[in-house]
């Protein structure tokens, strides 16, 4: 009896252990279940939040992943908050951020309305948003919306070749009714990099392939469709994944530069829409 309590509980000591190794094993390869997610759980903006034109940060504040207020952003805060919401690596963000600052009279900082400042990361022919001449450039408009959410009839997902149809769909209809559409290679390609990033992040970044269901809920409601089966992607969402996804969608939007119209980033001051033609630099 007195040899045997010691090895019983060495036996059951033992299996703890190697219980809690393996499982600590696998949640260290499991990026969604490294979230607490008890700490992480929607909850809708108030009025005194700031929200800005892009659904994936309004997303990640909504779920505490940045400050659910939106502001005090500043570029680690934005990685750090989409590494942990989404697996998405910064090597894919590092443009947008670092414009980001512009957006704001401070020195390392901005909120994410500043976001919806013209000509800076915000462009015309946006999937769910109106283009800044035409409306409000910041909020969620499910007229434009419809685009995209009509698109790739007869299945339940969305993939590259719906997503390359739908920025050609939106910039023929932003030519037809925008007198004061822009369209440079860098609208292309930063529409093209937020088309790539919805088909990653809330569906398989190694196909491109996301649920209707899915990316319906991300842009209407700026929600993680967790109660729906959603996960944050295993697969780290970086310029591998992101590279095949962004020639695809390139390709099949079949995008043509405008004649005469020259790429800037607009600054926090302002900026002219034609600043050689209107004098105000010659
Ligand atoms: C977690 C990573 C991110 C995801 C999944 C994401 C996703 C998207 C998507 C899908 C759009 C297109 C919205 C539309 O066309 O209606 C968008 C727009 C935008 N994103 Fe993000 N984004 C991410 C990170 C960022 C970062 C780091 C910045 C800058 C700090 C940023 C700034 C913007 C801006 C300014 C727009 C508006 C562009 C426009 O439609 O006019 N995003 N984003
Ligand atoms: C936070 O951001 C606001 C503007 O949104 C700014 O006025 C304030 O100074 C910032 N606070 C800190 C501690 O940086
Ligand atoms: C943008 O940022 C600046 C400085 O943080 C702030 O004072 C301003 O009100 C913001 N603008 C918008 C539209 O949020
Ligand atoms: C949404 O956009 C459409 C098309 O530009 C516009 O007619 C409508 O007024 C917008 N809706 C809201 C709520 O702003
Ligand atoms: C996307 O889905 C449609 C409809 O199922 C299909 O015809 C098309 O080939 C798919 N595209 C890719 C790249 O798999
Ligand atoms: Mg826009």
């Known amino acids: 009896m007195k040899i045997q309590l010691p090895v019983a509980s060495l036996s059951l000591a033992y299996s703890l ?96 309305e500043n976001l919806s400042l013209h000509g800076n990361i915000e462009h015309d022919a946006s999937l769910s948003r109106e283009d800044h001449a035409l409306g409000n450039n910041n909020v969620f408009n499910e007229t434009i919306f419809t685009t995209l959410a009509n698109s790739n009839p007869g299945s339940d997902f969305f993939n590259t ?23 440079t290679i860098k609208e292309f390609e930063v529409r093209t990099r937020e088309s790539s990033l919805y088909l990653q992040v809330m569906g398989d970044p190694l196909t491109g392939i996301a649920p209707k269901q899915f990316v319906n809920i991300f842009f209407r409601e700026e929600r993680m469709p967790l109660e729906e089966g959603w996960r944050k992607s295993n697969t780290p969402v970086t310029g591998q994944t992101d590279g095949p996804l962004f020639s695809a969608i390139a390709r099949g939007s079949q995008w043509q530069p405008i004649a005469g119209q020259c790429p800037w980033v607009t600054l926090a001051q302002g900026a002219p829409d034609d600043p050689v033609n209107d004098g105000s630099i010659l």
């Not at 809690?20 to 490294?34: I, L, P, V």
């Not at 800005?52 to 940060?57: K, N, S, T, V």
């Not at 504040?61 to 989404?86: S, W």
């Not at 070749?161 to 369209?183: E, H």
């Open 17 to 112: 252990v190697a219980a809690s190794t393996a499982s600590q094993q696998f949640k260290a390869r499991d990026a969604h279940d490294e979230i607490d997610w008890s700490q992480h759980q929607f909850q809708a903006p108030t009025t005194t939040d700031s929200r800005g034109p892009c659904p994936g940060l309004n997303t990640l504040a909504n779920h505490g992943f940045l400050p659910r207020n939106g502001k005090n952003l500043t570029i680690p805060i934005v990685f750090q908050g989409a590494l942990d919401g989404f697996n998405v690596h910064k090597e894919l963000l590092i443009t947008a951020a670092k414009a980001a600052l512009f957006t704001s009279d401070l020195d390392d900082q901005f909120e994410l």
């Open 161 to 183: 070749t719906s997503a390359g149809q739908v920025q050609k769909a939106r910039l023929d209809q932003s030519q037809a009714s925008n007198p004061a559409f822009r369209n």
